[in-house]
């Protein structure tokens, strides 16, 4: 099982970036997928969240700046990031699960997901 991020750099606020994340090895379309981010001292944030029916679901935090989607063919989801500002800097993981828990909090692995990737930098200048 392999879930490879790709995308993450350094931007200025108000600029944008779009992470990739590619997996193999499971079923992709029976799973949910996450996005995750961490930042140095901070709890691990849920940041978005994209169901194997297509659902998706966003932290108020970045809601109207941020968009989750798929490609099923290509087994990849994405995390188009616009607005981006100084707080969004962080480590953003995606995730897979068959059975996640979305409510958790705290660590990253109390959110259940089964596999994870290992995380791309973004970095936000003012």
């Not at 930042?39 to 968009?67: H, M, Q, W």
């Amino acid at each position: 099982v392999q879930l490879q991020e790709s995308g993450g750099g350094s931007v200025q606020s108000g600029g944008s970036l779009r992470l990739s994340c590619s997996a193999s090895g499971f079923t992709f379309d029976d799973s949910d997928m996450g996005w995750f981010r961490q930042a140095p001292e901070n709890e691990c944030e849920l940041v978005s969240i994209i169901s194997r029916d297509g659902s998706t679901s966003y932290a108020d935090s970045v809601k109207g700046r941020f968009t989750i989607s798929h490609d099923n063919g290509k087994n990849t989801v994405y995390l188009q990031m616009n607005s981006l500002k100084p707080e969004d800097t962080a480590v953003y993981y995606c995730a897979a699960g068959s059975d996640p828990n979305p409510y958790a909090a705290g660590t990253c692995g109390a959110y259940e997901y089964s596999y994870w990737g290992q995380g791309t930098q973004v970095t936000v200048s003012s």
